[in-house]
């Protein structure tokens, strides 16, 4: 049940679907009674602090006050109205979370669980890309979302392009990035659940396999 992507422009903060082969359009979805298909809806983040300044030396930086409205908007978008959500899966970066939790709230019922998964965190290294330890994410999002999956140093890697130590052609970031992508992307089909959201980054959904998209900020 590998799906293939195509967008779904709509007014709103907008996301892509990835699914089985559909025509696009702003309210067009796959058919949910067709047995084994999975749909995920690629969502980037809001706008975080480092978007609004234009500064990447922010570390992990959280929502500016448009971004966290934007975020809340996503809830009314009629895609996701159309399609319930059963998994919301994020980036735990703090801005991919804080959208999460805004567009996904727990206070609506039946609401979608939100795992965070450090896979898909941003690809790049510069401390805009770097979130906290663990502890940090557990102390903001307590019950709000699972961190179960991250671990400790979860924000250690290295950017695309990058040689590893000792400076081996064959080791490094793209390497590492496409591993890690080949992983998340493998999860999210075993997943259950028939529809996903994935909340991430730019860099994230431009190098996904078999599904570069260039969303812009927020899609």
């Known amino acids: ?29 796959p058919d949910p009674g067709v047995q084994g298909e999975q749909v995920v809806f690629f969502i980037r983040h809001a706008e975080a602090e480092h978007n609004a300044q234009a500064d990447y030396t922010i570390r992990d930086p959280p929502l500016t006050a448009r971004g966290a409205h934007q975020a809340e908007q996503l809830a009314k978008h009629p895609l996701l109205r159309a399609q319930p959500v059963e998994l919301v899966v994020s980036s735990p970066l703090r801005r991919a979370l804080q959208t999460a939790v805004r567009a996904f709230p727990r206070t609506q019922a039946g609401a979608a669980p939100i795992v965070a998964h450090p896979d898909a965190q941003e690809v790049g290294d510069d401390p805009s890309d770097t979130g ?88």
């Open 132 to 219: 906290w330890g663990r502890a940090t994410l557990v102390a903001e999002f307590g019950p709000a979302a699972d961190l179960g999956l991250v671990p400790e140093h979860y924000h250690r890697k290295r950017a695309p392009g990058k040689p590893a130590r000792g400076g081996d052609p064959e080791e490094d970031g793209r390497k590492a990035l496409r591993a890690r992508l080949d992983r998340l992307s493998a999860w999210l089909q075993a997943r259950p659940e028939r529809t996903i959201a994935l909340v991430a980054h730019h860099g994230v959904f431009g190098h996904l396999p078999g599904a570069p998209l260039e969303l812009a900020h927020p899609e």
């Open 1 to 29: 049940r590998r799906p293939r992507p195509f967008i779904l422009p709509t007014g709103m903060p907008q996301a892509a679907a990835h699914a089985p082969a559909a025509p696009a359009g702003p309210h067009i979805l």
